[in-house]
């Protein structure tokens, strides 16, 4: 394919994705983007969603887990994949795909009332002790228009001291990790893009990109050497999942929000990004992560993948025009 020719395709996408490559590849005219991103909550992805909410204000009556998930089961077996059907995942993907909040109507008020954490039976708002999962929390609580400002303070109290967050602190871990670090760093960012955040709360950020930036998105600290083969894996739905190229989205979403340019740290890994283009011009779904899903929103592996082809293009000219001005 042609660059043109990607471009036409990436368009014939989803709502969800479509107004995004009209607002950030095309640069459509506003009206233009913004009324396909309002049909994300009456076509495609988006409605189908939608349609699967629970009277109680959940999806597959539960928070985190679904209703009937069996935690001593196969579908909890190493390897099997977490299900991705309940609450909190699918705010995260409606969250992302532009979802206007008021489509929700009450959910935030029903999931005040009748939802609680698989964990200790917590209540929905107040968060757990997963960082990651606090982290989901306040971003979803921000976009539902939550006071959510307990859950940001809560992070401000679980920073490791090399500056980034561990899910599993509960368990004893003493370092930071790079997945639980980067969707922490995406929670924060997107809280403080709805209140305006605090003067701790950036802070708190800025040490937790440092964290990442000193490691160079990918590398061990101590060696030098990658941290994981997964670094360099992209597949969608992100999920939880660490990769350079759901870091080097996050930089991008940070750099517009501070108003700074790329941290010239990032260079290999965005050359790593670079070097999984194929010669169409598109990127490769390398994998889906295992797990149960309402349905699938992407192309299975081996495939080129139209959201990895739209995140990878627009982090490269993002990356290239900072490159251009220096």
Not at 95 to 117: F, I, K, P, Q, Y
């Given at each position: 394919?042609a660059?043109?020719?990607?471009t036409?395709?990436?368009?014939?996408?989803?709502?969800?994705?479509?107004?995004?490559?009209?607002?950030?590849?095309?640069?459509?005219?506003?009206?233009?983007?913004?009324?396909?991103?309002?049909r994300?909550a009456?076509?495609?992805?988006?409605?189908r969603?939608l349609?699967?909410?629970?009277?109680?204000?959940?999806?597959?009556?539960?928070?985190?887990?679904?209703a009937?998930?069996?935690?001593?089961?196969?579908?909890a077996?190493?390897?099997?994949?977490?299900p991705?059907?309940?609450t909190?995942?699918?705010?995260?993907?409606?969250?992302?795909?532009?979802?206007?909040?008021?489509?929700?109507?009450?959910?935030?008020?029903?999931?005040?009332?009748?939802?609680?954490?698989?964990?200790?039976k917590?209540?929905?708002w107040?968060?757990?002790?997963?960082?990651?999962?606090?982290a989901?929390?306040?971003?979803n609580?921000?976009?539902l228009?939550?006071?959510?400002s307990g859950?940001a303070?809560w992070?401000?109290?679980?920073?490791?001291?090399?500056?980034?967050w561990?899910?599993?602190w509960?368990?004893?871990?003493?370092?930071?990790?790079?997945h639980s670090?980067?969707?922490?760093?995406?929670?924060?960012?997107?809280y403080?893009?709805?209140?305006?955040?605090t003067d701790?709360?950036?802070?708190?950020?800025?040490?937790?990109?440092?964290?990442?930036?000193?490691?160079?998105?990918?590398?061990?600290?101590?060696?030098?050497e990658?941290?994981?083969?997964?670094?360099s894996?992209?597949?969608?739905?992100?999920?939880?999942?660490?990769?350079?190229?759901?870091?080097?989205?996050?930089?991008?979403?940070?750099?517009?929000?501070?108003g700074?340019?790329?941290d010239?740290r990032?260079?290999?890994?965005?050359?790593?990004?670079?070097a999984?283009?194929?010669?169409?011009?598109?990127?490769?779904?390398?994998?889906?992560?295992?797990?149960?899903?309402?349905f699938?929103?992407?192309?299975?592996a081996?495939?080129?993948?139209?959201?990895l082809?739209?995140?990878?293009?627009?982090v490269?000219?993002?990356?290239?025009?900072?490159?251009?001005?220096?």
């Amino acid at each position: 394919m042609a660059i043109d020719d990607v471009t036409t395709w990436l368009l014939d996408s989803d709502p969800a994705l479509r107004w995004q490559v009209e607002r950030d590849l095309v640069r459509a005219p506003e009206d233009v983007w913004r009324a396909t991103r309002a049909r994300v909550a009456t076509e495609g992805f988006g409605a189908r969603l939608l349609a699967l909410q629970d009277p109680d204000g959940q999806w597959a009556g539960g928070a985190y887990f679904p209703a009937d998930f069996d935690f001593e089961g196969p579908e909890a077996a190493e390897g099997a994949g977490q299900p991705w059907t309940a609450t909190t995942w699918v705010l995260n993907t409606l969250r992302e795909w532009g979802l206007d909040a008021a489509v929700l109507g009450d959910t935030a008020e029903r999931l005040a009332a009748n939802s609680r954490w698989e964990y200790d039976k917590l209540p929905y708002w107040g968060g757990e002790v997963d960082c990651c999962i606090n982290a989901y929390t306040l971003a979803n609580g921000a976009w539902l228009g939550v006071d959510v400002s307990g859950i940001a303070a809560w992070f401000l109290e679980h920073r490791m001291t090399d500056g980034g967050w561990n899910c599993d602190w509960v368990e004893g871990s003493k370092v930071s990790s790079f997945h639980s670090t980067l969707n922490v760093l995406k929670g924060l960012l997107y809280y403080e893009s709805v209140t305006g955040g605090t003067d701790a709360l950036r802070a708190a950020r800025h040490a937790g990109e440092e964290y990442l930036l000193r490691r160079h998105l990918y590398k061990r600290l101590s060696t030098g050497e990658p941290v994981a083969p997964w670094v360099s894996h992209f597949a969608y739905p992100f999920r939880w999942f660490y990769s350079v190229l759901n870091a080097a989205e996050y930089f991008r979403e940070a750099s517009l929000l501070d108003g700074r340019s790329p941290d010239p740290r990032m260079a290999e890994a965005i050359e790593q990004i670079r070097a999984a283009r194929q010669p169409d011009g598109t990127w490769i779904q390398e994998r889906r992560h295992p797990g149960r899903v309402w349905f699938e929103v992407d192309v299975d592996a081996g495939e080129p993948s139209k959201w990895l082809t739209f995140f990878a293009t627009r982090v490269l000219e993002w990356w290239d025009a900072s490159d251009a001005r220096r």
